[in-house]
């Protein structure tokens, strides 16, 4: 996995995932962290993977994405794309290794509000959590 560029956001500001901690002290640690450092639950791999989308991050999202599911690349996102903010409205650990998150990730394109709306499936394989696939809640 490559690293990010160097302080894709400052260490102490706020971490774009809503946890009301700093980046350095919330997300960016598993961002900027060798491999064998990972995130230790879903709920906080799936609040890092948020903070990757807001910051183009896209490595580490492939590098958390499980083998099953991952596709061979991601686009940049969209010019003019902001995002508003996240809302983690569930977390289930079925056992072990699995688990769920249901959360809502909202943004702006082009003036118009969106939404996303999800439950996640996460899998532990050798002591690391992995975005599974979610399913879209209408």
Known sequence: MTKPSPDPISPGAACPCGSGRRYAECCGRWHAG????????????MRSRYSAF????????????HPDGRPRGLEPNEPGLR?????????????????????????KLAGRAQRLHETSRFVREDGRWYYLDGEIVE
Do not use: K
Not at 34 to 45: K, M, Q
Not at 54 to 65: E, I, K, Q, R, S
């Open 34 to 45: 060798p491999l064998h450092l990972a995130a230790p639950t879903a709920e906080a791999l």
């Open 54 to 65: 807001v910051l183009g991050l896209n490595d580490y999202l492939l590098a958390t994405w």
């Open 83 to 107: 995002w508003l903010g996240l809302e983690v409205r569930r977390c289930v650990q079925q056992d072990d290794s699995h688990a769920t998150v249901e959360f809502v990730a909202r943004s």
